[in-house]
C-alpha cells in the first residue's frame, strides 16, 4: 500500500470516528433535552394538581363566603368571580354603625356582602387572599402562609397580632401539610387584584352614628 492510500485510509477512519463522536453527542444531547422536557412537564403537572386541589378545598371550606366581594341576586350575594379572593372592596369605605347596632353586643353584624363584620372584638374586614404585592399576599412565601394559619397569628409573627374573628383559622389550622400548600399554590394562581382592605378597628374606634 502506498503512502498515499494510507493517508488516505487514515484520512476516512479519522473522519468517520469524528462523525461518530458527533452522532453520540447529538443524541445525548437529544436525550438530555428529552429529560428536561420532561422533568418540567412533571413538575408542570404536579403543580396543576396542587392548584387543582386548592380551589376545591378553597370552594368547599366557604372561603369566597368572607373574602370574595359579592354581586347581589334575587337569591341573595354570590361570588363575583372577576374579583374572587381580594376581600372587602376598598371603595366602600370604612362602614359606620347606628348607636343601637354599636351597643348591642349579642350580635354579630356583616356588611350585605358578607366582607365586613363587627362584634365585641371590633370591625374586621375579610383579608386580600390574592397574589398581589402591595393590598395582597404576593409576597408571602409558602412558610409564612402556612405558618400564619397554624399559629393564628398575622404573618405568623410571635407576639404578632392575632388572625381576628370571624377567620376560623383554628379550623382551617387542622388540614395538613399538603392541604394548606394546595390552598397557597391555588390562591398565587388567582389574578393579582389591587384592593387595600382596611386594618382591623377596635371596639371604641368604630363609626357610629345616632
Not at 134 to 142: D, L, S
Request: proline share 8%; aromatic share 6%; charged share 20%.
Amino acid at each position: 500500500m502506498t503512502l498515499k492510500n494510507k493517508t488516505l485510509q487514515l484520512t476516512i477512519i479519522v473522519l468517520s470516528i469524528v462523525a461518530t463522536v458527533a452522532a453520540c453527542s447529538e443524541a445525548g444531547s437529544n436525550q438530555s433535552e428529552t429529560k428536561k422536557e420532561d422533568i418540567t412537564e412533571f413538575r408542570q403537572k404536579e403543580k396543576d394538581e396542587l392548584i387543582a386541589r386548592g380551589k376545591y378545598l378553597v370552594t368547599v371550606s366557604g372561603c369566597n363566603d368572607c373574602h370574595s366581594p359579592k354581586i347581589m341576586t334575587p337569591m341573595g350575594p354570590v361570588p363575583d368571580t372577576t374579583r374572587l379572593m381580594s376581600g372587602y372592596p376598598s371603595e366602600k369605605g370604612i362602614p359606620s354603625l347606628s348607636e343601637a347596632l354599636a351597643k348591642d353586643q349579642s350580635w354579630v353584624k356583616m356588611s350585605h356582602d358578607i366582607t365586613a363584620f363587627a362584634g365585641p372584638w371590633g370591625m374586621t374586614f375579610g383579608a386580600n387572599l390574592t397574589p398581589d404585592e402591595a393590598t395582597g399576599i404576593g409576597n408571602w412565601t409558602e412558610e409564612v402562609f402556612v405558618k400564619t394559619i397554624r399559629t393564628g397569628k398575622h404573618l405568623g409573627q410571635e407576639g404578632g397580632r392575632p388572625v381576628m374573628p370571624p377567620m376560623p383559622w383554628y379550623m382551617v389550622a387542622k388540614m395538613t401539610d399538603e392541604d394548606l400548600s394546595s390552598v397557597y399554590n391555588y390562591l398565587m394562581s388567582l389574578p393579582a387584584i389591587s384592593n387595600r382592605v382596611p386594618a382591623p378597628i377596635p371596639p371604641n374606634e368604630i363609626k357610629v352614628v345616632k
